[in-house]
């Protein structure tokens, strides 16, 4: 077997081939179903067809995009299946390829409009697309995980590490078998003399991959371990370290004949930012038509509630300097530190606060336990993150983003350490991967690491799916109180 394909067991690459006559014939199925719905009877009743589209030449132009479409999943890596992938993340490429698709079919629309002159079939061959490789892809993946508990299609493992990740990984292969990796060897370390036995053992036993489960180990014993997966063309993996290991992400470059690594800081950098910047603006825009009502509700309900501004300007720290952050005023508003609300006596009532009810001792940053400053409405608003909405006038100016590391006030900044100005390195946002990870129970060092972390792996898939559990997030740390 090709050894680019090592990695792959039969049975993955018979479901990778199998998804793309799969694909074309739920996209097919997609088209012609658009097709049957908009002449049907009942459809006919409520909006008369007033247009000749024949079916013989409709289908053409389907199988056509049909293929084109494969093209765009092919690029979207729909075709490479991994167990360790997620449903929701599986589908949710599915919406973006086949909404990628949308696009190619506007745009042939506009170049040659007698193509479709339903706009119903377009929108409702989008929809069912969706729902019909969705649904297969998951009959695909029922399937596979039916295999596992028989052997089939599973990856044969050797862990190395003496670590409590090791023991959890042992522990979570043995008790999920749906999880395609079965543990057959575990070493404790990596010495010569260790090698030499994994060497007989696989003479004897087939192994899929080598997993690096202990960040403990020497570097010598990483060395060893990495060139022997290479001798004998197994996968190499290892269990990143996220609360205590960088994660570089690197790109080579060959000059004079030698390989140059370039350790790049952030996937933010070029392209990366522009398309952030985009999603930013367009989201940003929609979220503020969305929750305009709550946000006049809530002004109303903060101006009746004490007197004072409805909105509170705080200064903050970002990449490019000190910006005015927006939130809903929840505090009393004599209390409010700045120089447009209580000033010097706000500052010096609020030293004191952290002086007897900091529940952040010890670090950079400071929070205040039962603030005795908040109003009746600003405790409510508080608790449910509401305060925080309009930021999103924020992201449009330009000085946050939705998804990054929150912000923090100068004085807090100047206590940073210097690896923690590494999450500075990007525009600061409204909600981020510390958010959803523990909210206000993390330490200052772990949210700096997980703010690292999403620096270093940015994408816009990893931006979505934190927006998406922001919410979730919200309601969880509300009902653990």
Avoid at 391 to 404: D, I, P, T
């Amino acid at each position: 077997m090709c050894y680019a394909l090592r990695d792959m067991k039969r049975s993955e690459l018979f479901f990778s081939f199998l998804l793309v006559p799969l694909d074309f014939a739920m996209i097919t199925l997609a088209g012609v179903s658009a097709y049957y719905i908009r002449y049907a009877q009942f459809f006919q009743e409520l909006r008369p067809v007033i247009f000749n589209l024949q079916f013989g030449g409709y289908i053409k132009i389907v199988l056509l995009i049909a293929a084109l479409w494969l093209i765009i999943f092919a690029f979207s890596g729909l075709y490479n299946i991994k167990g360790s992938r997620r449903l929701a993340q599986e589908i949710f490429r599915v919406i973006l390829a086949c909404s990628t698709g949308l696009m190619l079919i506007v745009i042939l629309i506009f170049v040659r409009r007698e193509l479709f002159d339903s706009r119903f079939i377009v929108l409702a061959g989008w929809i069912l697309s969706i729902i019909y490789i969705s649904f297969s892809r998951s009959l695909i993946r029922l399937i596979q995980r039916a295999l596992f508990k028989y052997g089939i299609g599973v990856h044969q493992v050797v862990l190395v590490g003496n670590s409590k990740t090791t023991d959890n990984l042992i522990y979570y292969f043995s008790s999920k078998k749906s999880s395609g990796y079965e543990v057959v060897k575990r070493f404790r370390d990596f010495s010569i003399e260790t090698a030499n036995e994994l060497a007989e053992f696989l003479k004897t036993k087939e192994v899929d991959e080598i997993m690096q489960s202990d960040p403990n180990l020497s570097k010598p014993e990483i060395l060893r371990l990495y060139d022997f997966a290479d001798e004998h063309h197994l996968t190499f993996k290892y269990a990143a370290d996220l609360l205590g290991a960088k994660v570089l992400k690197t790109e080579v470059r060959e000059m004079a004949g030698i390989p140059i690594v370039e350790v790049k800081k952030t996937p933010l950098d070029g392209w990366g930012r522009i398309i952030k910047r985009i999603f930013d603006i367009i989201l940003a825009v929609f979220l503020i038509i969305f929750f305009s009502p709550l946000m006049i509700i809530f002004a109303l309900l903060i101006k009746l509630d004490s007197r004072g501004p409805v909105f509170y300007k705080n200064e903050r720290v970002s990449k490019n300097g000190i910006f005015k952050l927006f939130k809903f005023r929840s505090m009393q508003a004599q209390h409010c530190v700045g120089k447009e609300y209580g000033d010097d006596s706000a500052l010096k009532y609020e030293r004191e606060l952290i002086e007897k009810q900091n529940i952040k001792q010890g670090e950079p940053i400071y929070k205040i336990a039962n603030d005795p400053r908040l109003t009746r409405m600003g405790k409510f608003i508080r608790r449910w993150s509401i305060d925080e909405l309009p930021q999103f006038f924020n992201v449009l100016a330009g000085n946050m983003s939705l998804v990054g590391p929150r912000p923090h006030q100068p004085r807090e900044v100047a206590r940073y350490e210097h690896h923690h100005k590494k999450v500075m390195s990007i525009k600061p946002g409204i909600t981020g991967l510390a958010q959803i990870s523990g909210r206000s129970d993390l330490s200052f060092e772990d949210e700096v690491k997980l703010d690292t972390y999403y620096i270093e792996n940015w994408s816009l898939f990893f931006d979505l799916s934190i927006l998406l559990r922001t919410p979730l997030a919200v309601i969880k740390e509300r009902k653990a109180e």
